[in-house]
């Protein structure tokens, strides 16, 4: 079974500072991880995906992420926080080998103070 | 434009009766989802079908009725629409055993039953 946890239901940093989101994972097969962002009444659009190439993986918007087996996490960061990021970011891990469908957190509201 | 495309964006309705969302992708995916949102943002998969097969069907109540007349679209109709179904629905398409091939999502329905 795969299923993933979100730290943090709201974050909140100030304009220019670091984002952190945390996600640790759970999973019985070789995981694949993904991120994605969700802004106000939109559907969710891919940040950036891992799937067993580097470990650290660079996604669209100056965000990445690095996949740590040894600490079954996928954390996003991004150095310095626009205030364009504020959105709902979902971590997710995929179902069975092939079969693509999509375990989500429970999502992280990113607030950016200016 | 390439997309996935559900319609209708909202859907306000009363108790006790039936309606269809329609989604339609034109990414030549072979596989095509029904993801619930709730109202604290939960996404959780309802079904999916993979060439017009069905591959995942979770525990919904089975007045929820997937139609899949080709693999571009994938209907959803709802019978004896009750409260608890207000949420948001988004349809997702993918290509099945490609991981490089992530979900890619509609923009929603928000479904408000009164």
């Known amino acids: 079974a795969q299923s993933v946890t979100q730290l943090g239901s709201h974050v909140s940093v100030s304009e220019g500072a670091l984002v952190l989101l945390r996600c640790n994972y759970s999973s ?3 995981p694949y991880l993904f991120w994605y962002v969700q802004y106000p009444n939109q559907g969710l659009q891919l940040l950036l995906k891992y799937t067993s190439a580097a470990t650290l993986v660079k996604g669209i918007n100056g965000f990445e992420a690095e996949f740590k087996k040894s600490e079954t996490s996928f954390h996003l960061t991004k150095p310095s926080a626009h205030m364009s990021d504020a959105a709902e970011y979902f971590c997710a891990v995929s179902g069975q080998t092939g079969a693509n469908n999509l375990f989500f957190g429970t999502g992280t509201r990113l607030t950016v103070i200016p | 434009d390439t ?6 964006k ?3 309705t009363q108790m006790g009766n039936d309606k269809s969302i329609k989604c339609e992708q034109n990414l030549g995916h072979d596989t095509m989802y029904w993801y619930k949102q709730d109202s604290k943002k939960f996404l959780k998969i309802m079904f999916s079908y993979n060439n017009k097969e069905l591959i995942i069907n979770e525990t ?3 007045r929820f009725s997937p139609k899949s007349p080709d693999k571009a679209h994938l209907n959803l109709h709802i019978n004896s629409l009750e409260l ?3 949420a948001v629905y988004f349809c997702a398409s993918s290509q099945r055993g490609n991981h490089n091939s992530p979900l890619h999502f509609g923009n929603g329905t928000r479904l408000t039953v009164t």
Do not use: I, R
């Open chain 2, 60 to 62: 919904v109540p089975n």
């Open chain 2, 84 to 86: 608890g179904d207000s």
């Open chain 2, 3 to 8: 997309a996935v495309s559900q319609t209708p």
């Open chain 1, 28 to 30: 019985s097969v070789p």
């Open chain 2, 10 to 12: 909202y859907l306000v």
